[in-house]
Structure formats: structure tokens, C-alpha cells
């Protein structure tokens, strides 16, 4: 199958190339690293009957211009032009033969430089048919040569640090050239420039910038240069200087009288670490008991109120000196933390069963006064004015619907009532809710009171009446029950 194929591209080639069968065979393009070799194909395709040969050329094509490079004459022999003379040979030991065979050309190009990159063409001069000619374009490579290094084995970081490059990233030489970036968790930014050289390699530089802290000590800093597939990384670790941070620990703020084995401990971050630690006290010389060994100022003995003071820590290293300081003070007694307080949880929830308790409770004692009631009303049909009952529902839902269309608009209390009296919105959070559904099992929890008939009158003036839009939704020995109500915070109090 692929014989016959390559058969039939063989003869539509031979057709294609019609009269003039004879075609020079070439790679389009090669390429090959700086030092390497590379072979360029040259295959002459002849024709049958087979033209003659006369000689074959390979030639140089730069910038419009052309060079020999190499010469091979049937008769004359080989020859190879002195700037390749060295680093060109043809590959097929038949070419140089005395009866040489040059159907196939081709030459190994060794010790590749970058000015060899070019055009090479591969000429054929045939007798009759003239000249016969291809080319390929030579592309010469440059691995770059990568290095990373550290501006300065150890940077210092002050106070007035400004910006400055910490490492220097070098992708050098490379053709194309390297593409360098950064990997870090270092707050900071690269600033790149590429410089060209005369033999067409490039050379990337990349710095990498910051302003040097206590923060960026020990930071690792990765440049990884990107050269085709190849990935080349290169690590290295900052050394940052820098002042000490210096913090005073060891008082609780519980030295009390008698206390035993009490200490400070000076402690600083500092690089390099702290050469020289100095206790002071602000006002004063430090007690007599005190004990300084290293970082640390040993109290000996039992608390006196002489400890009590501004303790003042100063920690050198090369770079500077930083202070660090506490206030002790000394109290008689031990300083007993308080009980612990309950956590948030467990005092809403106090709160909450506290709440629930009371609905019960209400309900309970609503459900008594209902019964009570109910039993009067069956004795006691006369008038009702004297008799309001109050509806409470401090316990129901947040906004609870009002069953009662339409709610009364005017629900406010003369001006001369005083804020004890003044109704709360109705339906509102907290609010009174005269509802229809008030005897509905679940409405149980919504305290019903009545108000006697000899409290009541006191708020005879301040009844409101509702007009019901329909029957109340319950028994029928209940429905005298809401011909009205008395709304007030202070019965609520009760
Ligand atoms: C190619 O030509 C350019 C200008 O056309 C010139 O600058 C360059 O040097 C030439 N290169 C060579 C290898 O002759
Ligand atoms: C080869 O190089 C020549 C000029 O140097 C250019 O005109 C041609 O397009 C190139 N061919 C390929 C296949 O790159
Ligand atoms: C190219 O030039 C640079 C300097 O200009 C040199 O360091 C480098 O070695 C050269 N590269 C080659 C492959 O000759
Ligand atoms: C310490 O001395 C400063 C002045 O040097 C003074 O203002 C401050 O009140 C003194 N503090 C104590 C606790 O004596
Ligand atoms: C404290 O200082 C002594 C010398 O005075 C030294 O031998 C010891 O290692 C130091 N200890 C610490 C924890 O620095
Ligand atoms: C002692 O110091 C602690 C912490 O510094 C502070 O909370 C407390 O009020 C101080 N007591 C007195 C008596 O100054």
C-alpha cells in the first residue's frame, strides 16, 4: 500500500516536473547549536534518459551576495573553499571517487559558527539541461549561558532603606535569547534589559528589586531562565541585616508580695543576633536583688515593692540598638482572675429557656383566667364596658400578621397620656395584637388578661373599640368575648 503510494507520488512529481525531470531535493530549513554539526541534503533527481552532470556548487547567500563553499567537478575532483576547508566535507565517499557519483551532495557542516548562519544553495550544472538549483536556510543557535548571584553576600536593611536590587539574574549570549522570570514570595519587581551583541546573540539581565527588611531575611529567591523547552532555575537565599526587634516578657502583671522566682526575659529578633543585652530601669537603678544573666534579669527573693518600676531593655548588634520596656508594678495580694464568665451561648440560652418558662407560665395562668371567665359569662351577660380584656402578645412572632382586617389607624392615646400608657404599634414587634385567632391552641402563648371592673375604669377612656370585620373564628359562647379590648402597657406590667 505505502509502496504503490509513494510509487504514484513519484509519478505525479515526474509529471508535475513535466519535460524537465531533473529536480534538486533540499531541506527547507536546518538549524543546529553553536560548535554542532549539521548535515545540509543535497539530492539531484535526474531524469531517464539521465542528463549529464558537470559539476555541482554549493554556495553561501548572505545579505544578496554569494560565496563558494564547495566544489565537485566529475573530472577535477573535490574542492572545499579555505574559510570551510577545515569544517565541510561532502557526505557520500562516492563524490570524491575517480567515476565520481553525484546524484547525492550532500555535506556535513561541522563546528558550526554563528556567522555561519545563511542561505545555502546547492547548484547543479547539467549538460543539456542547464542549471538546477534549491536552497536551505542555516539557522545557528546559541544556548544561553544563565547565572544567578546575590548583589552583595549580605544586605543590611535600615530604617531609610530605599529600594535596591538584592540578586542579578543573567541569561547571557543566548540566540534567540532566554526568557528569564521570578519565583518568590518576596514583595518586590524585576527590572529587565536585554543587550544585543554584534554576533546577533542577546544577553538578558534581569535585577531583582526590593527594600530590604527584617521581612525579607532568609527569603528565597528563584530565576528561572525559559530557553525553548529547557527550564534552568537558579536559587538563591537572602541575608538581610538588620536592627533588633526587642519585646520585654516575664511580667504577668501579677507580682504581689512574697511571690517567689519572678524574672524578665529580654527578647529580640535581630540578624546578627544580639551581641550585648543592657537592663535599666527608667527612673532610677535597678533593684538590688536583680541578677542579669544573658537576656534575662533574674529577681532573687520574695516581690517587694521595690520591683515595682519601668524596666528598660537595650539590645545591640552590629547593626544598631533597640529598646524594649515594661511597667511592673506590685500589688499585696495575688491578683485571682475571675470566675469565668459563661460563655455568650450559655447566657442566651439562660435567657431563652428564662423567656420560654415565662410564656408557659402566662399561658398557664391564661388558660386559668380564660376558664374563669367563661364561667362568669355564662352568668354575667350585662355590660361589657366595664370589663376589657387585654391581649398581650410580647412572646409572639416578630411581625405577626393581625388577622383583623381592617387594622384601626387611629391607635394612639389623647396627648395628656404619659409615655407609661402610650400603646405600643400594633402588630409590631413587642406590640399588642388584637387577633380573632387568639384562641387558636397555638395562640395560647399569647397572655389574655382581664381586667377587673374596678381597675378598668381608669382606662374606660382609653378604649378602643375594634370593629371586627367578621365573627371571631370560635365558639359561640365566646364571641361576646371581642366586642373589645383595652390595649395597655401597664396591664402588660402587671
Ligand atoms: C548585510 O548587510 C547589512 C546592510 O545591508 C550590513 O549592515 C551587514 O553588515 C551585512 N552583513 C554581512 C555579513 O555582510
Ligand atoms: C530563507 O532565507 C531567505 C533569505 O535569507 C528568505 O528569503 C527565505 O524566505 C527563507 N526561506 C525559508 C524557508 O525560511
Ligand atoms: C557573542 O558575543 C559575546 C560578546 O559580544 C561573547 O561573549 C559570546 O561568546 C559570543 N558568542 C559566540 C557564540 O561567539
Ligand atoms: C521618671 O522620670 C521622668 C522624668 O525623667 C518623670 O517625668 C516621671 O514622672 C518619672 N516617673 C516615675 C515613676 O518616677
Ligand atoms: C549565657 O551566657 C553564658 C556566659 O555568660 C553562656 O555560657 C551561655 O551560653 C549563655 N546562654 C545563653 C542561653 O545564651
Ligand atoms: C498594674 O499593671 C497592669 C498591667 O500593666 C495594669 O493592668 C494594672 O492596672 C496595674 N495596677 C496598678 C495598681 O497600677
Known amino acids: 500500500m505505502t509502496v504503490l503510494a509513494t510509487l504514484w507520488i513519484y509519478l505525479i512529481s515526474v509529471c508535475i516536473s513535466g519535460g524537465n525531470a531533473q529536480m534538486v531535493q533540499m531541506d527547507p530549513t536546518k538549524s543546529g547549536y553553536v560548535g554542532s554539526q549539521v548535515e545540509l541534503r543535497c539530492l539531484f533527481v535526474n531524469s531517464n534518459p539521465p542528463v549529464k552532470i558537470s559539476q555541482v556548487t554549493w554556495q553561501k547567500f548572505l545579505n544578496g551576495t554569494k560565496q563558494n563553499v564547495a566544489i565537485a567537478n566529475p573530472t577535477m575532483g573535490v574542492s572545499v573553499l579555505p574559510p570551510f576547508k577545515d569544517r565541510v566535507t561532502f557526505k557520500q565517499p562516492a563524490v570524491r571517487h575517480r567515476t565520481p557519483s553525484l546524484e547525492d551532495t550532500t555535506i556535513i557542516f561541522s563546528n558550526l559558527r554563528l556567522s555561519d548562519e545563511a542561505a545555502y544553495i546547492c547548484e547543479y550544472t547539467t549538460f543539456p539541461a542547464g542549471n538546477r538549483e534549491n536552497m536551505v536556510n542555516l539557522t545557528v543557535l546559541a544556548r544561553p549561558v544563565t547565572r544567578m548571584s546575590l548583589s552583595t553576600p549580605t544586605i543590611v536593611a535600615r530604617p531609610s532603606s530605599q529600594k535596591m536590587t538584592v540578586a542579578t539574574c543573567l541569561s547571557a549570549n543566548g540566540k534567540p535569547p532566554g526568557i528569564i522570570s521570578w519565583e518568590t514570595a518576596l514583595k518586590g519587581e524585576a527590572q529587565t534589559e536585554e543587550i544585543r551583541n554584534p554576533n546577533g546573540t542577546v544577553t538578558v539581565r534581569s535585577d531583582y528589586v526590593v527594600v530590604p527588611s527584617r521581612e525579607t531575611h532568609k527569603q ?22 538588620y536592627e533588633p526587634e526587642v519585646t520585654v516578657e516575664g511580667f504577668d502583671g501579677n507580682w504581689y508580695l512574697n511571690r517567689q522566682d519572678v524574672k524578665l526575659v529580654c527578647k529580640a529578633d535581630a540578624n546578627p543576633p544580639v551581641a550585648v543585652y543592657k537592663w535599666k530601669m527608667l527612673n532610677g537603678s535597678l533593684p538590688t536583688n536583680a541578677e542579669i544573666r544573658n537576656n534575662t534579669l533574674f529577681f532573687k527573693g520574695p516581690v517587694t515593692y521595690d520591683l515595682a518600676g519601668i524596666y528598660v531593655c537595650d539590645a545591640t548588634n552590629n547593626i544598631g540598638t533597640r529598646s524594649g520596656r515594661v511597667e511592673v508594678n506590685v500589688t499585696e495580694f495575688p491578683n485571682i482572675p475571675p470566675r469565668e464568665i459563661p460563655q455568650k451561648e450559655h447566657s442566651s440560652g439562660a435567657i431563652i429557656g428564662g423567656a420560654v418558662g415565662g410564656v408557659v407560665l402566662l399561658g398557664l395562668a391564661a388558660i386559668i383566667l380564660f376558664v374563669f371567665l367563661r364561667r362568669r359569662q355564662r352568668t354575667f351577660k350585662g355590660d361589657y364596658s366595664t370589663k376589657k380584656h387585654v391581649y398581650g402578645n410580647g412572646y409572639s412572632k416578630a411581625g405577626g400578621i393581625p388577622s383583623h382586617p381592617p387594622l384601626p389607624k387611629n391607635l394612639q392615646y389623647p396627648e395628656d397620656s404619659d409615655d407609661e400608657k402610650k400603646p405600643t404599634q400594633i402588630g409590631g414587634p ?50 361576646s368575648q371581642t366586642d373589645g379590648s383595652v390595649i395597655s402597657k401597664k396591664e402588660w406590667y402587671v
Open 220 to 241: 528565597k529567591l528563584t530565576c528561572v531562565v525559559t530557553y525553548y523547552e529547557e527550564r534552568i532555575a537558579d536559587s538563591v537565599f537572602l541575608n538581610v541585616q
Open 430 to 479: 413587642m406590640g399588642f395584637e388584637v387577633s380573632d385567632h387568639d384562641f387558636d391552641g397555638e395562640d395560647l402563648k399569647r397572655p389574655y388578661f382581664t381586667v377587673d371592673e374596678g381597675e378598668s375604669r381608669e382606662f374606660d377612656e382609653r378604649t378602643l373599640a375594634f370593629q371586627y370585620g367578621h365573627e371571631p373564628d370560635i365558639n359561640d359562647d365566646m364571641v
